[in-house]
């Protein structure tokens, strides 16, 4: 039976991850899961409240860039899913350190200790940002990486140390490289969650700059879903683009959201636009769709409209 170790799975996508391979269907069959999470800020016990007394699950609250409970922890296990990361752009660039301590040190720290104990497949989760701005069309695997941030440079990093880790020692290595994520579970950080809990308390929300800037909407089960379709059956040494089809400016977004709950944009705040704000995000889905039959199911309106319904039970004061 396998054992899969979860990094990062008490936080967003983490989470969800685990409830998925854990749920009645079981899509990678009755596996052993362990959650290794530090539990920072955006990650919470409670995300796993659903498998806690599972049979066939155990938590471990520990930092990927300790060396030693990382041995332990990948030696009893067959396959790693690395999700654990610092993810917030704003936070990176405010301050790089911590995002390149956990995304680049934690990562060879797992990478390590996955060599050390033939523990494969080892996926690594990224994101389409280490692409940078998409001008026109979509990336594809094959494109240079163009980071913008000190997030995104470090989690183009982390990426190349994990392939570089395949090509030199023929680790078992996929990676992925998602949309923007939503849905339920969500730290209040991110632009969905941040502006509906906002609106729920009565206040104003921020929108960066004109709002023109365009991103990729992904629902966190249609990730799953391609997280589990490549940990099955991807390619070692590979890369998978995960898209959602559903592009849209923030100002669009943003509008969506404000007739969510009927009002209008007097209760929005223009603010400053972040440095190094990259204008458009896009990847090509081609693929993850041809060779493992990825498509994203989930209606973008449905799934807005149940996202909101999910913090309103939740944050409604």
């Known amino acids: 039976m396998r054992r899969i170790l979860v990094t990062g799975g008490a936080g967003f996508i983490g989470s969800h991850l685990v409830r998925t391979v854990l749920a009645p269907q079981e899509p990678l069959g009755a596996v052993h899961v362990t959650v290794l999470d530090s539990l920072t800020y955006a990650g919470s016990q409670e995300n796993l409240a659903t ?3 599972h049979p066939r699950f155990r938590f471990v609250r520990g930092d990927i860039t300790d060396a030693v409970v990382v041995d332990r922890l990948v030696a009893e296990h067959d396959a790693v899913v690395h999700l654990a990361a610092e993810s917030h752009v704003d936070r990176s660039i405010a301050a790089a350190l911590p995002f390149v301590h956990t995304n680049v040190l934690g990562t060879q720290t797992l990478l390590d200790a996955a060599l050390r104990h033939g ?3 080892f996926l690594h989760v990224s994101t ?3 692409y940078g701005s998409v001008p026109s069309g979509s990336s594809t695997e094959q494109d240079p990486l163009m980071p913008s941030s000190a997030y995104s440079a470090s989690k183009a990093s982390s990426d190349l140390l994990a392939l570089a880790c395949h090509r030199t020692h023929g680790l078992d290595v996929r990676v992925t490289r998602c949309s923007n994520n939503y849905g339920p579970y969500q730290f209040p950080e991110k632009l969905i969650p941040r502006f509906v809990t906002r609106l729920l308390r009565g206040e104003n929300v921020p929108l960066y700059g004109d709002g023109a800037n365009i991103r990729d909407w992904l629902h966190v089960d249609d990730h799953c879903r391609g997280l589990i379709a490549v940990l099955a059956g991807g390619r070692p040494g590979e890369i998978y683009n995960i898209g959602g089809g559903t ?8 509008g969506a959201l404000l007739t969510a709950f009927g009002v209008g944009w007097d209760r929005v705040d223009r603010v400053a636009d972040r440095k190094g704000h990259d204008l458009r995000y896009s990847v090509d889905w081609t693929k993850i769709r041809r060779e493992l039959g990825y498509e994203p199911r989930r209606d973008f309106a449905a799934g807005l409209a149940e996202t909101v319904a999910w913090y309103r039970e939740r944050y409604e004061p």
């Open 247 to 254: 592009e849209l400016t923030n100002r669009e977004l943003t």
């Open 128 to 130: 389409d940002e280490v």
């Open 51 to 53: 498998v806690r007394h």
């Open 119 to 121: 523990a494969e497949p």
